[in-house]
C-alpha cells in the first residue's frame, strides 16, 4: 500500500509564497510520475505540475513561471514551490503518483490566498 503525506498548505497573502512536500511511503522512483493536482468545489482535479522519472517537468499554464516542482530521492519527497501566489490558487493541493494503471493520492492541503 503506497501512502503519499502533503503538508505544508496554509493561509497566505497575495503575492506571497509557500512550499508543499509530499513524502511518499517508497522511493519516488518506483513510479512512472509524480505530480500536484488542486481543487476547487464544484470543479475538477486538475494538474498543476507533473515531473516524470526522467526528470521532465511540466505545469499548467496558469502556474508556469511562478510555481517550482522538484523531488528529493533520498527523502522519498516531492516538493511545490509557489511564488507569487494569487486567490485563484486557492484550493486543496494533492499529491499524485502514478506507475503502471495506478494511482495513488494524498489526503490534500488547503491553500488558501487572499487578496
Known amino acids: 500500500q503506497v501512502q503519499l503525506v502533503e503538508s505544508g498548505g496554509g493561509l497566505v497573502q497575495a503575492g506571497g509564497s509557500l512550499r508543499l512536500s509530499c513524502v511518499a511511503s517508497?522511493?519516488?522512483?518506483?513510479?512512472?510520475?509524480m505530480g500536484w493536482f488542486r481543487q476547487v468545489p464544484g470543479k475538477q482535479r486538475e494538474l498543476v505540475a507533473g515531473i516524470a522519472r526522467g526528470g521532465f517537468t511540466n505545469y499548467a499554464d496558469s502556474v508556469q513561471g511562478r510555481f517550482i516542482i522538484s523531488r528529493d530521492r533520498a527523502k522519498n519527497a516531492v516538493y511545490l514551490q509557489m511564488n507569487s501566489l494569487k486567490p485563484e490558487d486557492t484550493a486543496v493541493y494533492y499529491c499524485?503518483?502514478?506507475?503502471?494503471?495506478?494511482?495513488?493520492w494524498g489526503q490534500g492541503t488547503q491553500v488558501t490566498v487572499s487578496s
Open positions: 517508497r522511493s519516488i522512483f518506483s513510479f512512472n510520475s
Open positions: 499524485n503518483a502514478g506507475v503502471s494503471i495506478y494511482d495513488y
